[in-house]
């Protein structure tokens, strides 16, 4: 480790995009910085990482400058040693901040990356004043579930605790972990077991109590094929952020930045230099 940021392995200014490590809360972190002016940091989806930001982060710093990360437990960073809520997501973005001595930035998040942006704009202090920002097919929408999807899930929690007893352990050790496994989204599935306590932590937070209190703007993109995060959820958090507009990509899906890239840069650029 050298330099008061701790960065690893870094010798001289570095402005070319390259990945580099830098330690943020004993964690070893995966990072990218590219381009001058003014700052813009990228925050990934869940099961992703900033690997599919590059053609983004190529485009953007052009004129900014670019940070994105590999949060915790994705990419090429360590997971934590515990389960993580969104808050912890948060005090670690909040960190990185500061041992960068990023001052002031604009934000853009996909997916998972929305809901850590929603909940560091709307609490607590932060070391950077954020001025604009960007939520691509977000997440944060609690889902409603029907009457057959709660009942679905009241008997996969009987069925994982009668599995869980002891004396069934015991006479089937692979019974409980092939249930999960049965009944898991593939993001449950391939996880490890620290990662699945924490998705099991993000997923049930609803947040859109908080969209009322962003006060920066925001720009809203969404695929209207989205089926992950659907259009639906975008028109809620428009009607509830005071200072929000949303843009809607044609024929996308979730990774609408990653479907219609030229599209999705050009909007940006329209934002970014208002």
């Known amino acids: 480790m050298s330099g008061p940021a701790g960065r690893l392995n870094r010798t001289d200014p570095f402005r070319k995009g390259e990945h580099m490590q830098i330690l943020i809360k004993g964690i070893k972190t995966n990072y990218i910085e590219a381009g001058e002016g003014d700052s813009i940091l990228l925050l990934h989806g869940w099961g992703s990482n900033i690997g599919l930001f590059q053609q983004l982060i190529g485009h953007l710093s052009r004129a900014h400058r670019v940070f994105a990360l590999d949060m915790p437990g994705f990419g090429e960073t360590e997971e934590p040693k515990e389960p993580w809520c969104v808050d912890d997501y948060v005090d670690f973005v909040r960190e990185f901040l500061a041992v960068m001595g990023i001052k002031k930035t604009s934000l853009l998040g996909h997916s998972f990356g929305g809901r850590v942006i929603i909940k560091m704009v709307t609490g607590g202090k932060s070391p950077a004043e954020f001025t604009k920002l960007v939520l691509v097919d977000s997440a944060g929408i609690l889902p409603k579930k029907s009457m057959k999807q709660k009942f679905k899930t009241r008997l996969y929690k009987i069925g994982r605790k009668i599995l869980s007893i002891g004396v069934v352990k015991k006479l089937y050790p ?12 593939a993001d449950y599935n391939s996880a490890t077991p620290v990662m699945r306590q924490t998705l099991v932590k993000v997923v049930n937070e609803d947040l859109e109590p908080l969209l009322s209190s962003i006060k920066q703007p925001v720009l809203l993109i969404w695929g209207d094929m989205d089926t992950a995060t659907p259009l639906s959820d975008a028109r809620i958090m428009e009607n509830r952020i005071k200072d929000s507009g949303l843009v809607v ?6 990774y609408s930045y990653l479907e219609q890239p030229d599209f999705v840069c050009r909007v940006l650029d329209s934002y970014f230099s208002a």
């Open 174 to 185: 692979d019974a409980l972990e092939n249930y999960r496994r049965s009944h898991g989204s």
């Open 249 to 254: 990509v044609k024929g996308a899906g979730h």
